[in-house]
């Protein structure tokens, strides 16, 4: 092959290496650079490193670190919230059946009669010692005026028997004898026992009377009143019911799950349905009895038994009474309201607000989740030493009764001095 043949084929093969080229250069044909055989290869471009190109793996393994903490934290949150949860519904010492409670004076008259007055509304606050309704006076009248004038009689013989007496026994022994002074004294402690007899009689007519005014025994709201004027009012049955405002309490029923962490003195708190300030007490006393159905006699006087499912066992409630300390002003007391109870260790959240009581409170329910609740030393006493107040009602005195001669002055003067005219006009008809 000669060199015009070589030629040739070089310009042969120049349209199919340079069509990439045309297209985008837009050069005239012809014009394309010629492929060279022995061309060497160029070298390698090396691009500059950009400012953050470096950082990006840590910054990617922060994020990664930081998500895996992230959600670590959240399932620590989660569990600890988990047994929290537990705690507080197991054995944190808390209970919704709570419920006021309050006492309640049964009045009942101690006279019987028809009632002719009645002063008192339902719900009508009424002070210790008010009048509730007044019962028919005139037969006690009558009974009393009856037995002052039976100790005015009695009155007049046992003076008369005594100066007898006393006048037999100073006579010698030819004037009377033994039998006749023991006649005559024996008369006059017979008319000194009617007269204490009489007297007697007329203290009972007294209070009788005055008990035609039946009163309150306490301070508080009279309730259910039922009664009318008119009505005939029995002898020791009640028919008026006074709330003692000054006795109010609460019962709080607390699972004996929860009752290591009840104590005397704690703290409590009880919210009442429909209000949202809590009212604020202590815990008074812890009730050392409840029923048990297994102790009642079967047939033929054996245990009847309950049978009982050791898969479900229910935790028995045991009554705490919570002595109340302060009440919200705007929400009413009523005997019977629910609430809810949670009692408070006074120690643990004393002085402590914030962050540090919540953790105050935390801490024990993660402890009992983990050790189980423990009962603290000395918390409900083995024997109460503490005594309640003794409450007392103001009751019936007698007045100091008047003597004979009070009764009937100058009707005996003396042994020797018969009583005169002026001395008798003294004695009251």
Not at 57 to 66: G, I
Not at 108 to 123: H, K, Y
């Amino acid at each position: 092959m000669d060199a015009s043949d070589t030629d040739q084929t070089l310009r042969q093969a120049e349209p199919s290496a340079a069509t990439p080229l045309a297209s985008g250069a837009g050069e005239a044909p012809g014009l394309q650079p010629v492929a060279r055989a022995n061309s060497r290869p160029s070298a390698p471009v090396v691009e500059p490193v950009a400012p953050g190109a470096l950082a990006r793996p840590a910054l990617r393994w922060f994020l990664v670190s930081l998500k895996a903490l992230a959600t670590l934290a959240i399932a620590l949150v989660a569990i600890v919230m988990a047994l929290v949860t537990w705690s507080y519904y197991v054995t944190a010492p808390w209970t919704r059946d709570g419920t006021v409670r309050v006492q309640v004076a049964s009045v009942a008259p101690q006279v019987s009669g028809q009632i002719t007055e009645l002063r008192v509304g339902d719900n009508q606050y009424v002070h210790k010692g008010d009048v509730l309704y007044v019962i028919d006076p005139f037969d006690f009248q009558v009974a009393l005026r009856t037995g002052q004038a039976q100790l005015q009689q009695s009155a007049a013989d046992l003076q008369v028997k005594q100066v007898q007496s006393d006048r037999r026994q100073r006579l010698t022994s030819l004037a009377t004898t033994p039998e006749e002074q023991q006649t005559f004294a024996g008369t006059a402690v017979d008319a000194k026992a009617a007269f204490d007899a009489a007297q007697q009689q007329v203290a009972q007519a007294e209070i009788n009377l005055r008990r035609t005014q039946v009163l309150s025994p306490v301070n508080g709201y009279v309730t259910n009143l039922l009664m009318r004027v008119g009505d005939y009012a029995h002898q020791g049955e009640a028919n008026v019911s006074v709330i003692d405002t000054d006795s109010y309490w609460i019962d709080g029923y607390f699972e004996e799950t929860k009752m290591a962490r009840v104590c005397v003195g704690d703290r409590v708190e009880a919210k009442l349905m429909g209000y949202a300030q809590p009212i604020l007490g202590h815990v008074a006393t812890v009730t050392r009895g409840i029923g048990v159905s297994n102790a009642a006699a079967g047939v033929q006087g054996l245990p009847n038994v309950d049978p009982v499912y050791t898969w479900v066992r229910l935790a028995q409630r045991v009554p705490v009474r919570i002595a109340i300390d302060s009440v919200p002003s705007g929400i009413p007391l009523v005997s019977g309201m629910t609430a809810t109870v949670t009692a408070k260790d006074a120690a643990d959240i004393k002085g402590k607000t914030g962050l540090g009581r919540a953790v105050a409170e935390v801490l024990p329910q993660l402890s009992d989740v983990l050790n189980g609740p423990s009962a603290r030393p000395g918390c409900i006493p083995a024997v109460t030493t503490g005594q309640a107040s003794t409450e007392s009602l103001p009751v019936d005195q007698e007045e100091p009764a008047p003597s004979p001669d009070q009764l009937n002055p100058g009707l005996a003067p003396g042994l020797d001095k018969s009583p005169t005219d002026a001395d008798i006009r003294h004695v009251p008809r």
